[in-house]
């Protein structure tokens, strides 16, 4: 009996070894992230964008490198947010970029992840293209960043009964026809829009291996007169996605 009572401690002894030490740290790992995540959030609600960016991405190299696919996006999602409030709009622009063809290069059909991911992109190119045209960028350029946007929110407004959503269409599309001297006398929202954000162009055309902007002409005027559209924010633009799922 005390020989088979000995057995079973050790037995049991081999196996919480085997445990701490083999899946037990992978769990470790991802409950360690999840709490840097509500950290990080917690930093958001306080105003505190830096911390929150650092605290996501101590929670990115906290998860366990395999398995974990899902939480890695939603947290690099959540991480591309706080550039939009530290004044780097090129920066979080260039993140979701570079997620959304490694969801479309791997073929990802997540659908909720993939709606955020877009939206995301969607809303930080939309401001991109502001802050373009306050620096008087080139019409093609700041056109072709607020076409992306507007595609982008065509695709959210196809996939979801949000009237929000469409609205969000004819945001890009007011933007686009907006005169720039009613553009300049807008103020910029507090947060998620990149405010404080400086030379948008020239970075913008760095990470797309465009190099230095030439001496082009700027984008000349808009639409004038009575006709011309109203500031599109408050028709819904902007809807952040909560990465909920991780």
Request: charge should be negative; include cysteine; hydrophobic fraction near 35%.
């Amino acid at each position: 009996m005390r020989k088979k009572c000995v057995f079973l401690w050790l037995a049991a002894a081999i196996g919480l070894f085997c445990l701490h030490y083999g899946p037990g740290q992978t769990w470790s790992r991802a409950g360690r992230a999840a709490t840097l995540r509500k950290e990080a959030l917690a930093c958001e609600k306080n105003g505190d964008w830096e911390q929150a960016r650092v605290t996501y991405e101590a929670a990115l190299a906290a998860l366990p490198e395999d398995g974990y696919d899902r939480q890695r996006r939603v947290l690099r999602i959540a991480r591309a947010w706080t550039y939009l409030n530290t004044k780097d709009v090129s920066e979080a622009v260039d993140q979701l970029e570079t997620l959304l063809e490694e969801t479309r290069r791997d073929d990802i059909e997540d659908v909720e992840i993939t709606r955020d991911l877009r939206g995301a992109l969607a809303h930080a190119e939309y401001y991109t293209a502001w802050h373009m045209r306050l620096e008087n960028a080139p019409r093609e350029e700041w056109l072709k960043e607020l076409e992306v946007a507007r595609r982008n929110f065509r695709y959210l407004a196809e996939t979801s009964p949000d009237l929000a959503a469409r609205r969000n269409v004819e945001a890009a599309v007011f933007l686009s026809r907006l005169d720039r001297d009613k553009l300049e006398t807008l103020p910029l929202p507090e947060e998620d829009a990149g405010k404080g954000s400086q030379g948008v162009s020239d970075q913008r055309g760095e990470q797309q291996g465009q190099g230095e902007p030439g001496d082009q002409e700027g984008e000349g005027e808009g639409e004038q007169g009575e006709n011309r559209p109203e500031d599109a924010r408050g028709r819904g633009l902007g809807r952040r996605p909560d990465g909920s799922g991780s």
